[in-house]
């Protein structure tokens, strides 16, 4: 990734921090609030920007995690590009974006999950389609 890409997604970042990614509801969240996701070893608490494993662990989420999060959770069992994933999370047009971004965030919220990275069963890669919540279990 060149510089002026880092500076783009930066910026593109710092915009549109506080915008709302406009998401469908979250099916196991409360009708108003959406924020929590019932995890298969926890909770993430989407309004604290945290993980709560049932082991007592806890781990914080960014704001872009978070909101990654949402979106995939939002969208069950549903392979989501990379593509949609820039346009609906990072409000940005993937069109001639080379970036690997998506791939890193994606890699932080399986390690704060706590899957195996081998081996993912919450965030899985779906080959040629993207990343798809699945929530079925947990190491």
């Known amino acids: 990734m ?3 890409d880092i500076q783009f997604l930066a910026e593109a970042s710092t915009t549109n921090a506080n915008s709302s990614c406009g998401v469908a509801e979250l099916p ?6 959406m924020s929590l996701v019932k995890l298969p070893c926890g909770v993430a608490d989407l309004q604290r920007s945290e ?3 049932d082991d ?3 781990a914080e989420l960014s704001g872009r995690e978070t909101d990654l999060l949402r979106y995939l959770a939002a969208n069950p069992d549903r392979p989501i590009s ?6 609906q999370v990072w409000h940005l047009d993937p069109r001639r974006l080379i970036t690997r971004t998506i791939d890193m965030h994606i890699a ?8 195996d ?3 993912p069963k919450v965030l899985v890669t779906v080959r040629g389609q ?3 919540f699945t929530g079925k279990r947990c190491r």
């Open 108 to 115: 932080n919220l399986r390690g704060k999950l706590h899957e």
């Open 130 to 132: 993207g990343y798809m």
């Open 28 to 33: 196991m969240a409360e009708s108003n609030s």
């Open 56 to 58: 007592g662990h806890r």
């Open 2 to 4: 060149s510089t002026q």
């Open 51 to 53: 993980v709560r494993h």
């Open 82 to 87: 990379r593509d949609e994933i820039l346009q």
């Open 117 to 119: 990275p081998g081996n």
